[in-house]
């Protein structure tokens, strides 16, 4: 490993602790380095605040170091007036003569013009360190700026016999196929994405309240698919606690909330991409698809998935709802108690 790559791989770790409040904004991280010792490390922590290299500066303490150190970002350094001012003119203007960024940024308002500007004021500029690992960081705001789509999570949890599902439930509430500790892990993807879709059918059968109840942080927006408007009024999903989206295609009576939204798409003839096309229109970046197989499979027939996170249990159901089918590599694969866990690719994305 290099010296660069040493500095830029800490980043991408401060980096990481924005996940889940960043949004719509990228995660990002900055150290800044003066005689092979960091003086100064920042990230992001959520979107409207101070950029990684506005924290990054301001934690150094002796101001004057600034002129000869080096000052590392995972992402390149934004150029243009949003929320907050330009970071590039910001490093400029401190004398920060040495940059090392991990990768462009891709985003319309920014793609290059920010290491442009650096070069232009005399800075000495590195592109690519570590860019794989950059670009992975943020898959999904690359994804949801390239692809004019939100990232795409499927989740679910399957028999050892692979159903998902019985065929019948007595009760209106979710069965577990998983143990404790795999539950916990979901709820902690959930405080990680911007949002939670599930059809119609899961909310009819489980009436689930799709938040964080066994994590901390922020619970993701809820979005609900229902056609034909079956769910029912007093479905958890409708307490109105959480921003929720009701995909139907049935006219409801207008709710005055800031929680709850009915909305009408366009076409069914293709839902997936008409879907997809709404939660771009909210900028939603993220989504983690948690409902049956019937919504699951609809996304991966038409090829609007990014990867899938699938547990085995050991219990069995003999009958019942079958698991999604899919094709896709393997990225990791461990084991939650007696629960299994497989995390898949989509390695032919559209």
């Given at each position: 490993m290099t010296i660069h790559q040493k500095y830029i791989k800490r980043c991408i770790q401060l980096a990481k602790n924005g996940l889940g409040t960043t949004y719509t904004n990228p995660l990002v991280g900055s150290v800044i380095v003066y005689n092979n010792t960091i003086i100064g490390e920042g990230w992001h922590y959520q979107s409207g605040g101070a950029h990684a290299e506005v924290n990054a500066i301001a934690a150094v303490k002796d101001t004057s170091l600034l002129k000869h150190a080096t000052i590392y970002v995972s992402l390149e350094p934004c150029s243009h007036h949003g929320k907050t001012p330009p970071c590039s003119d910001l490093i400029i203007r401190k004398g920060i003569k040495k940059v090392v960024i991990g990768t462009v940024d891709t985003f319309a308002k920014v793609s290059g013009t920010g290491i442009?500007?650096?070069?232009?004021?005399?800075c000495d500029v590195i592109v690519g360190v570590l860019e794989k690992e950059c670009i992975e960081l943020n898959k999904r705001f690359f994804t949801f700026h390239n692809k004019k789509r939100p990232y795409i999570i499927l989740k679910w949890a399957e028999t050892y016999d692979g159903y998902i599902a019985p065929d019948v439930s007595e009760k209106r509430e979710p069965i577990w196929i998983t143990n404790t500790y795999s539950r916990q892990l979901v709820h902690r993807w959930r405080a990680e994405e911007q949002a939670i879709l599930v059809g119609n059918q899961t909310v009819i059968k489980d009436n689930p309240k799709l938040t964080i109840r066994d994590w901390s942080g922020t619970n993701p927006i809820r979005i609900i698919i229902d056609k034909s408007g079956k769910i029912l009024q007093n479905s958890a999903i409708l307490d109105q606690t959480v921003k929720t989206i009701v995909i139907t295609s049935k006219k409801h009576k207008p709710v005055n909330?800031?929680?709850?939204?009915?909305?009408?798409?366009?076409?069914?003839?293709n839902s997936t991409e008409e879907i997809c096309n709404l939660l771009y229109k909210y900028n939603i970046q993220s989504v983690i698809i948690e409902g049956g197989t019937h919504t699951i499979q609809s996304?991966?027939?038409n090829n609007l998935w990014d990867e899938a996170r699938i547990f085995k249990g050991t219990s069995m159901f003999k009958s019942g709802i079958k698991a999604p089918i899919y094709k896709g590599a393997m990225i990791s694969k461990k084991t939650i108690l007696n629960d299994t866990l497989t995390i898949i690719k989509?390695?032919?994305i559209k």
């Amino acid at each position: 490993m290099t010296i660069h790559q040493k500095y830029i791989k800490r980043c991408i770790q401060l980096a990481k602790n924005g996940l889940g409040t960043t949004y719509t904004n990228p995660l990002v991280g900055s150290v800044i380095v003066y005689n092979n010792t960091i003086i100064g490390e920042g990230w992001h922590y959520q979107s409207g605040g101070a950029h990684a290299e506005v924290n990054a500066i301001a934690a150094v303490k002796d101001t004057s170091l600034l002129k000869h150190a080096t000052i590392y970002v995972s992402l390149e350094p934004c150029s243009h007036h949003g929320k907050t001012p330009p970071c590039s003119d910001l490093i400029i203007r401190k004398g920060i003569k040495k940059v090392v960024i991990g990768t462009v940024d891709t985003f319309a308002k920014v793609s290059g013009t920010g290491i442009q500007k650096l070069m232009n004021a005399g800075c000495d500029v590195i592109v690519g360190v570590l860019e794989k690992e950059c670009i992975e960081l943020n898959k999904r705001f690359f994804t949801f700026h390239n692809k004019k789509r939100p990232y795409i999570i499927l989740k679910w949890a399957e028999t050892y016999d692979g159903y998902i599902a019985p065929d019948v439930s007595e009760k209106r509430e979710p069965i577990w196929i998983t143990n404790t500790y795999s539950r916990q892990l979901v709820h902690r993807w959930r405080a990680e994405e911007q949002a939670i879709l599930v059809g119609n059918q899961t909310v009819i059968k489980d009436n689930p309240k799709l938040t964080i109840r066994d994590w901390s942080g922020t619970n993701p927006i809820r979005i609900i698919i229902d056609k034909s408007g079956k769910i029912l009024q007093n479905s958890a999903i409708l307490d109105q606690t959480v921003k929720t989206i009701v995909i139907t295609s049935k006219k409801h009576k207008p709710v005055n909330n800031d929680f709850l939204i009915y909305k009408d798409i366009d076409s069914w003839s293709n839902s997936t991409e008409e879907i997809c096309n709404l939660l771009y229109k909210y900028n939603i970046q993220s989504v983690i698809i948690e409902g049956g197989t019937h919504t699951i499979q609809s996304f991966i027939n038409n090829n609007l998935w990014d990867e899938a996170r699938i547990f085995k249990g050991t219990s069995m159901f003999k009958s019942g709802i079958k698991a999604p089918i899919y094709k896709g590599a393997m990225i990791s694969k461990k084991t939650i108690l007696n629960d299994t866990l497989t995390i898949i690719k989509n390695n032919t994305i559209k």
